[in-house]
């Protein structure tokens, strides 16, 4: 979906058409971004920029608190019509999803007209646009998707994908963060094309044994990565930023009390048991430490999670040093129940971290 939370708030409130739209936070409590519509991005407004900053690129935007529950029941519309097609769809977020069309389409030229017909069914029933990308695969399907926005359609044939790649930055990889993109200048490579000169080897010890391999295998257009309708989520955490920095140890100690809580509450309601619990700190100057720990017999019990983290933070040397934000994560979890009773959960879950 194009700027899906932001193009929302402009469908539901007409007045907001054209104009420069940021959902987020307030930003005297340090709030983020959530989306910024087209005319906001044009200032370089973005998602997951502080509010403060995004005002001040463009101080003309119009600010609105989020409505998870509209972006929901639109969420719900357009998954509904993706059902239609096939049931074979990985939700990546309340506004994205792949779908595997394998057995519905004979040819490429019959996944276009289906998306056509695809992008018509959810511009009628939800009135917002939606940007489709086709490709042999998930990757390539990915960067269609991003390559014509917005109200997009793009196709990337198998025969085209290796001319294609070429010359894009290599930044449009899907993973390829800011880290990432300076390590590889280092190695002088800036497109799809240098990285495919590079061998493996080199890739691997830069930057990973799989995560070198895997980026190799990406810049020749090849993912035989399934779309999987249902899986197990990986972990469950939650975080707090807080209005205020803070140093007090017994006061941070409450707080992963209360963050261990709702955690625990998440696992309950997922019928999950972890085995390895974990805390995130994140100082005033924005460095991060992470510390966590396994333990042997997996719980979902909250005053065992927040025993363990509280153990964990009494580790870390914060001489004294200010605290942003407090986080508890929880993995290693037991097999859970049935996925596909859970899924309109996770989907939703998905959609707001």
Same mark, same amino acid.
Request: no cysteine; aromatic share 4%; proline share 0%.
């Given at each position: 979906m194009d700027a899906f939370f932001a193009s929302v708030e402009q469908r539901d409130f007409p007045?907001?058409?054209g104009k420069a739209v940021i959902v987020g936070g307030s930003p005297s409590d340090r709030g983020v971004v959530c989306a910024a519509s087209y005319e906001a991005r044009k200032f370089g407004c973005r998602s997951a920029m502080s509010t403060s900053q995004a005002l001040r690129l463009c101080p003309q935007a119009i600010l609105r608190p989020p409505r998870f529950q509209a972006y929901r029941e639109a969420s719900q519309l357009i998954h509904a019509i993706f059902h239609e097609i096939t049931d074979l769809i990985e939700p990546v977020s309340l506004d994205e999803a792949y779908l595997d069309v394998s057995s519905q389409v004979c040819d490429f030229d019959h996944a276009l007209s289906m998306s056509r017909r695809l992008k018509k069914d959810i511009l009628d029933e939800t009135? %917002?646009?939606a940007s489709v990308g086709i490709g042999p695969?998930?990757?390539?399907?990915?960067i269609a998707s991003d390559f014509k926005k917005p109200d997009g359609l793009f196709i990337i044939r198998p025969e085209e994908a290796i001319n294609f790649l070429a010359p894009l930055a290599v930044r449009v990889i899907p993973g390829v963060g800011p880290k990432t993109e300076q390590r590889l200048k280092i190695m002088k490579v800036f497109t799809v094309s240098d990285l495919r000169e590079r061998s493996v080897e080199e890739l691997q010890e830069f930057l990973g044994r799989k995560y070198g391999s895997r980026l190799r295998q990406l810049a020749f257009g090849e993912d035989d990565a399934p779309v999987v309708s249902a899986r197990a989520p990986k972990s469950v955490s939650q975080e707090r930023t807080f209005s205020t920095d803070m140093s007090d140890l017994e006061a941070m100690k409450v707080i %992963?009390?209360?963050?261990?809580e709702m955690v625990a509450r998440r696992l309950n309601r997922k019928q999950l048991k972890a085995h390895t619990i974990?805390?995130?700190?994140?100082f005033e100057d924005f460095h991060i430490v992470t510390r966590a720990t396994t333990i042997e017999e997996a719980t979902d019990d909250a005053e065992r999670i927040a025993n363990v983290t509280k153990s964990l933070l009494e580790r870390v040397p914060l001489h004294g040093d200010k605290i942003r934000l407090l986080g508890v994560r929880t993995a290693g979890f037991d097999e859970p129940r049935d996925l596909d009773e859970e899924l309109p959960e996770r989907i939703v879950q998905m959609r707001l971290w």
């Open positions: 007045e907001l058409l009135h %917002l646009t695969n998930k990757f390539l399907a990915k %992963l009390g209360d963050l261990a974990g805390i995130k700190i994140r």
